[in-house]
């Protein structure tokens, strides 16, 4: 007798295996990244610790898991951008030190504190709130001073800096506060010859001569990303803060894909053809027809769209002239056909195709196991592969293996 809807046990409904995709990711990986990147950074500084950034649910691959297997790996820090993060990784029962460095006014500092979670200051108020959170709560805060070298973001540039050092450094004397950090970023580490990352790295070190002058006691100064870990040693400084090279993928495609940094990527999107059907010459396909049969077909529809952060930028259409985002079905190697939908996007799989409902279409991984990249669906879509990773919707199930990697 089927059960009423009230008699369901919800705990007992495995939502993973009901869904028809997953983020495949492979820990493994992350281990292998990450510890290649402390190799590489001790070979030229011993002492240089290694940060895995782990925002944006580690660029989609999974927070805790991520920090978890970086920290394993060698990574001796963690930063997150929001402090929300922070907390989730102190939550997860991860004791080692954490970075996190964007906040709006209004953000509770007392529980990053309470944590032992250093905080970034980038303005003279949030050096007043985290000074006025430490005093309250009778502890002392371990704050990084946030400057603008040049990439014209957050932090105060040189000419403003000293009205965020002033208020650190009284805070310090009055025993609220330890100003440890200095802290900056690139415009154009991917870009290891671009003039202004010299100019940078030499405004960053007048700033850590203003903050050292003005009485900071600092442990730990940094501004080098995923690109300037790779391929710039002059920047490592006390500690590097790569991100995408942790999930194995490359910040400079225009030097080179993930194997020439010796990286392997971590993540293997894919999902299994819900349908594999005939469609006849001339047919159109999806939304708008953008796409037409050019020949008696068939066609696959995967079950994954612009819901699970497929862009609709990788639409195919044969009406612009636009091929979509590839895709691979067994040996097939195909484009997406049409426009994606918000839950499923089709394949044209050609009048021989042996594919079958069920097979796995994967949308990206490993281009050593002959999958399309992050990479490529970047380029389908006109953007960068962080941001491909990055904006996979939480619908889509993240499954963790560990496959040793060559
Ligand atoms: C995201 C981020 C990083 C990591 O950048 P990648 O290019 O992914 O290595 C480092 N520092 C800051 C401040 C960031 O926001």
Redesign the pocket.
Known sequence: MPLAATELDISAIDAAAAYPGRAVINLAAIRHNVSSMVEKVHAHSPSTHVMA?V?ADA?GHGLVEVATASLQAGATWL?T?QASEALVLRSAGITAPILT??HAPGIDYAELISLDIDVSVATPEAAEAVAHAARTLGRVARVHLKVDTGLGRNGYTLDHLGEVISPLIAAQNAGDLEFVGI?S?FAF??EPEHPTVLAQADVFDRAIAMAEQAGAHLELRHIA???A?LTNPRMYYDLV??????YGLS?SPQIGGPAHFGLVPAMRLEAHLATVKELPKGHGVSYGHQYTTDADTKVGIVPLGYADGIPRHASGTTATGGLGAPVRVGEQHLRIAGRVCMDQFVVDLGTDSHAHAGDVAVLFGDENHGDPTAEDWAQACGTIS?EVVTRLGERIPRVYVDHPVS
């Open positions: 950034v925002k660029y930063g951008a460095w964007l802290w970023h580490a991917d990303n995923s690109a870990t803060r790569p991100g995408l090279a942790v910040p962080y």
